[in-house]
């Protein structure tokens, strides 16, 4: 099992590389981003940080997710009204499944999507640099709430 500073190292070594400060409030935020499944936003982020660095600013939660968007290292998925959530585990195209009601986002990474690629390119003779498949629904959790009532 990989444990969080095997998967950060690489992170911070290769801001450092880039001429980047890596200061514990940094690490603390890339570590979240790296382990959450849960696609934080950055809200949720900052509040974690808060934890264990309470002198922790939105800027810096803001700075460091925008240093590793541009590394290639956080995927944002991007939901319009400052909702955006951050992908740091499996930062690059995959299938989302997002509840409409409590806005939990999973990652649905058993769905083979490289054939609808294909079949893209082929009928529009586009030139794909990045995709994105998200699918909207209600979770079993609120299912069972609106099931009840």
């Known amino acids: 099992m990989t444990n969080s ?3 950060i190292n690489p992170l911070v070594k290769q801001m450092q590389a880039a001429g980047h400060r890596m200061t514990p409030q940094r690490q603390a935020v890339l570590e979240i ?4 499944d849960a696609h934080p ?3 949720q982020i900052y509040e974690r940080v808060r934890v264990d660095f309470p002198m922790t600013s939105r800027a810096t939660v803001y700075k460091t997710i925008s240093l590793a968007k541009e590394m290639g290292v ?3 998925l991007e939901f319009g009204k400052g909702s955006n959530r ?3 585990k499996r930062p690059y195209p995959h299938t989302h499944v997002i509840c409409t009601k409590c806005k939990q986002v999973m ?3 058993d769905l083979e999507i490289t054939e609808l ?3 893209v390119i082929r009928k529009t003779g586009y030139w794909i640099v990045n995709h994105r498949v998200d699918f909207f629904g209600i979770c ?3 299912q069972k709430v609106s099931t009840h009532n």
């Open 117 to 119: 690629k294909e079949q």
């Open 86 to 88: 951050y992908d740091g």
């Open 5 to 7: 500073y095997t998967m």
């Open 140 to 142: 079993p959790d609120c």
């Open 33 to 36: 981003l790296t382990t959450s």
């Open 74 to 76: 956080v995927m944002e």
């Open 41 to 43: 936003t950055v809200d």
């Open 107 to 109: 990652d649905a990474d």
